[in-house]
T-cell receptor
Framework: GNSVTQMEGPVTLSEEAFLTINCTYT??????LFWYVQYPGEGLQLLLK?????DKGSNKGFEATYRKETTSFHLEKGSVQVSDSAVYFC????????????FGTGTRLLVSP | DVKVTQSSRYLVKRTGEKVFLECVQD?????MFWYRQDPGLGLRLIYF???????EKGDIPEGYSVSREKKERFSLILESASTNQTSMYLC????????????FGQGTRLTVV
């Protein structure tokens, strides 16, 4: 079946450090890939997405590239801020999945001043 | 501004009670979902609906049922609440197109005592 694997957290960084959160997936066909962010006490909101191989999604300084050869969609940011502290979820949507989004377990990011 | 609204942010219920969690979306989306979120387990799909009166079981449907009498409203029902159903519940909606994102409500934190 379809699945998403994320690196375990928490990831602890100092402000202005470089961020990478790894995400790999298993799916039939060509899924769409998403990163969602959840700030404390809130629901999930879309951070970025990519819908085909080699697409790069970007938003708020975050980027992720859809790599079909390595079945990966790693999230990166060049310089994190304290306000980026949140839980980040990688997700996929596949044709075989009835419009469902399949999520990873989430990675908590803690950024200190 | 698109919106998914869950009826309660916090609920405390007693073991054995029947519990209703309500979700309303204003985007005319065909698909609606109920997830539960637990630490270390990420988001797990309970039920989803792809049309009015249509429903499909997700990964963890036991102890839950759902109702979708109108397109904009999707209800999650705990027939007899138990302490292991204490969790954060997230509702989401999504259009019928593969490449679109899901929109989430703010979540309901349910405590069963």
């Amino acid at each position: 079946g379809n699945s998403v694997t994320q690196m375990e957290g928490p990831v602890t960084l100092s402000e202005e450090a470089f961020l990478t959160i790894n995400c790999t997936y298993t799916a039939t066909g060509y899924p769409s890939l998403f990163w969602y962010v959840q700030y404390p006490g809130e629901g999930l909101q879309l951070l970025l997405k990519a819908t085909k191989a080699d697409d790069k999604g970007s938003n708020k300084g975050f980027e992720a590239t859809y790599r079909k050869e390595t079945t990966s969609f790693h999230l990166e940011k060049g310089s994190v801020q304290v306000s980026d502290s949140a839980v980040y979820f990688c997700a996929l949507s596949a044709l075989s999945g009835f419009q469902k989004l399949v999520f990873g377990t989430g990675t908590r990011l803690l950024v200190s001043p | 501004d698109v919106k998914v609204t869950q009826s309660s942010r916090y609920l405390v219920k007693r073991t054995g009670e029947k519990v209703f969690l309500e979700c309303v979306q204003d985007m005319d989306h065909e698909n609606m979902f109920w997830y539960r979120q637990d630490p270390g387990l990420g988001l797990r799909l309970i039920y989803f609906s792809y049309d009015v009166k249509m429903k499909e079981k997700g990964d963890i449907p036991e102890g839950y049922s759902v109702s979708r009498e109108k397109k904009e409203r999707f209800s999650l029902i705990l027939e007899s609440a138990s302490t292991n159903q204490t969790s954060m519940y997230l509702c989401a909606s999504r259009s019928g197109h593969l490449n679109t994102e899901a929109f989430f409500g703010q979540g309901t934190r349910l405590t069963v005592v």
